[in-house]
C-alpha cells in the first residue's frame, strides 16, 4: 500500500466522452503531481500542484483539464481525447518546498484507452 | 536539471548482485541522486537517494563517486522480483517543488 491511490485503475472511452480521473493521498503530503507514461516511452510530467497551486503545467493540451481541491485530491478530467492519449496515467504525491528534498510516491496508476 | 545516462538493460543472476551504473558528469551541488524503480504497469518506486555519502536501506546501496559524476545502484541479493526499469535521476527545485525528469532506465531482467 503506497499511500496514493487512483480510480478507476482501467477505463475505456470514445473520443466524445467526457471523464474524471481521481488520486487521493493519505500521506499528508502537500504537493501533488499527474504524469503520462506511453508505450516504450518514459513518463511524462503533466501537472505539478504544491499547496493546491498549479507550479507546472508541461504545455498539455486542453482536453486535459486537472483539478486540485484540496491538498488529498486530485482530479484530471478529460473530454474529446484522442486514440493517442491512450496511455498508463500516474498520480504521486511528496512533501511540499518547505520539507526540502523528498522522494514521490505514486499510485498504481489508471489504464486509459481512447477509441 | 542535470541528464542522467544509464545503459538500456542489464541482466542478473538471481541470489547475485545487481550493479546499475548511472552519469550524471553535469550534476550542480545541490542537486540530489534519486533513484525509483517499475515493475511492469505499476506506478514508479522510491529506492533510495543521497548527495554525495554513500547511503544503504533495507532495499540497497547507493555508491556515488567522489566527483559526483556518476554513481552506482547495488541491489545485494537480485530476486526475480527485482526485474523492474530502474531510473536515476537527479532533482533541483522548480517553482518551489521538486520536478523529477524521468529517462528510459535501465531494464533489468533477473533470471533464475
Known amino acids: 500500500e503506497t499511500g496514493v491511490t487512483q480510480t478507476p485503475r482501467h477505463l475505456v472511452m470514445g473520443m466524445t466522452n467526457k471523464k474524471s480521473l481521481k488520486c487521493e493521498q493519505h500521506?499528508?503530503?502537500?504537493?501533488m503531481y499527474w504524469y503520462k507514461q506511453s508505450a516504450k516511452k518514459p513518463l511524462e510530467l503533466m501537472f505539478v500542484?504544491?499547496?493546491?497551486?498549479?507550479?507546472e503545467n508541461n504545455s498539455v493540451p486542453s482536453r486535459f483539464s486537472p483539478e486540485c481541491p484540496n491538498s488529498s485530491h486530485l482530479f484530471l478530467h478529460l473530454h474529446t481525447l484522442q486514440p493517442e492519449d491512450s496511455a498508463l496515467y500516474l498520480c504521486?504525491?511528496?512533501?511540499?518546498?518547505?520539507?526540502?528534498?523528498?522522494?514521490?510516491?505514486f499510485g498504481p496508476g489508471t489504464r486509459l484507452t481512447v477509441l | 536539471d542535470a541528464k542522467t545516462t544509464q545503459p538500456p538493460s542489464m541482466d542478473c543472476a538471481e541470489g547475485r548482485a545487481a550493479n546499475l551504473p548511472c552519469n550524471h558528469s553535469?550534476?550542480?551541488?545541490?542537486?540530489?541522486v534519486y533513484w525509483y524503480r517499475q515493475i511492469h504497469s505499476q506506478g514508479p518506486q522510491y529506492i533510495i537517494h543521497?548527495?554525495?555519502n554513500n547511503e544503504t536501506n533495507e532495499m540497497a546501496s547507493l555508491i556515488i563517486t567522489e566527483d559526483r559524476k556518476s554513481s552506482t545502484l547495488i541491489l545485494p541479493h537480485a530476486t526475480l522480483r527485482d526485474t523492474a526499469v530502474y531510473y536515476c535521476?537527479?532533482?533541483?527545485?522548480?517553482?518551489?517543488?521538486?520536478?523529477?525528469?524521468f529517462g528510459r532506465g535501465t531494464s533489468l531482467i533477473v533470471h533464475p
Open positions: 500521506l499528508g503530503h502537500n504537493a
Open positions: 543521497g548527495l554525495k
Open positions: 500542484y504544491s499547496l493546491e497551486e498549479r507550479v
Open positions: 504521486a504525491s511528496s512533501q511540499g518546498p518547505a520539507a526540502g528534498v523528498n522522494e514521490q510516491f
Open positions: 535521476i537527479v532533482r533541483v527545485a522548480s517553482g518551489g517543488s521538486y520536478i523529477p525528469t
Open positions: 553535469t550534476i550542480s551541488g545541490n542537486e540530489y
